[in-house]
């Protein structure tokens, strides 16, 4: 069946150090990419998606390209803040119904 | 503001009792979720809806039932037949239940057992 792997965290940084998070899937058909985030005691939101290959989402400094050729939607941001401390989801959705399937869930701890 | 609430924010089980998380939308939305987070994993779905008085399982619903009476209201109740229940609930929402569309989702509920 379909499924997501993300690399395992916790991933420790320095506030302005690179950050790079893996991520790639197994689908049958053409999935959608979602990169979801969730801070301490709340729900997940939507951070960014992509629904071709060749796609770039985009948001608050994170990036991800949709790369069919090696199944991989991998975040990116290139100064990380003290804030995005959080957990990052990747997720994908659209290949059999509509149900989402989700990545374990990637920790990143920022220090000042 | 458009949202999801959830309450409790957190609930306690006792052995053999039934409890019900509560969600509830205002973005007039079509579907709703429930999915189930235990540390170190991905979000399992328990439960979904796509229109009123109709829902189906997820991939975990063992020991869990839903009902979907109103557009705006999803509740989840976890039954003294679900043996593991500590966990965080995510419920959530998403404009019509199709494909690839982004999900909205409430603040959680964690749920311990005495």
């Known amino acids: 069946g379909d499924s997501v792997t993300q690399m395992e965290g916790p991933v420790t940084l320095s506030e302005e150090a690179f950050l790079t998070i893996n991520c790639t899937y197994t689908?049958?058909?053409?999935?959608?990419l979602f990169w979801y985030v969730q801070y301490p005691g709340e729900g997940l939101q939507l951070l960014l998606k992509?629904?071709?290959?060749?796609d770039k989402g985009s948001n608050k400094g994170f990036e991800a390209t949709y790369r069919k050729e090696t199944t991989s939607f991998h975040l990116e941001k290139g100064s990380v803040q003290v804030s995005d401390s959080a957990v990052y989801f990747c997720?994908?959705?659209?290949?059999?119904?509509?149900?989402?399937?989700f990545g374990a869930g990637t920790r990143l701890f920022v220090k000042a | 503001d458009g949202g999801i609430t959830q309450s409790p924010k957190y609930l306690f089980r006792k052995e053999g009792q039934n409890v019900t998380l509560s969600c509830e939308q205002n973005?007039?939305?079509?579907?709703m979720y429930w999915y189930r987070q235990d540390p170190g994993q991905g979000l399992r779905l328990i439960y979904y809806?796509?229109?009123?008085?109709?829902?189906q399982k997820g991939d975990i619903a063992e020991g869990y039932s839903v009902s979907r009476e109103k557009k705006e209201s999803f509740p989840l109740t976890v039954t003294s037949a679900q043996k593991n229940p500590t966990a965080f609930y995510l419920c959530?929402?998403?404009?019509?239940?199709?494909?690839?569309?982004?999900?909205?989702f409430g603040s959680g509920t964690q749920l311990s057992v005495l």
């Open positions: 959530a929402s998403s404009i019509v239940g199709q494909a690839n569309e982004k999900l909205f």
């Open positions: 809806s796509q229109i009123v008085n109709d829902f």
């Open positions: 997720a994908l959705s659209g290949t059999g119904g509509f149900k989402t399937i």
């Open positions: 973005l007039n939305h079509d579907a």
């Open positions: 992509a629904t071709k290959a060749d």
């Open positions: 689908a049958t058909g053409y999935p959608s």
